[in-house]
């Protein structure tokens, strides 16, 4: 996915809080994937409203760090294999 490109939640996946797991999930038809905080912080920004560049800007920025681009760009290349944005 390029720096321009503006990743977004596939609609069949919705991401939400979980109260019993405690954690954020993405609920799909079949299941549900339990989250850790990063992939979550990813997957919020995820709105197509955002390019690339932007969240991973807003994520550095938010965690106080500067070396989390190649991080960004393997997880959202994961849920894109996976389907889970496009």
């Not at 299941?31 to 920004?45: H, Y």
């Amino acid at each position: 996915m390029n720096a321009g490109a503006r990743p977004q939640l596939d609609p069949l996946y919705r991401l939400q809080w979980e109260p019993a797991q405690q954690a954020w999930v993405l609920l799909y038809p079949e299941g549900m994937v339990k989250l850790n905080d990063s992939a979550a912080a990813i997957l919020q920004r995820c709105d197509g409203a955002h390019t690339l560049d932007m969240l991973i800007d807003e994520l550095q920025t938010t965690f106080g760090a500067q070396d989390l681009v190649n991080d960004i760009h393997r997880f959202v290349q994961h849920a894109c294999e996976r389907g889970w944005i496009a």
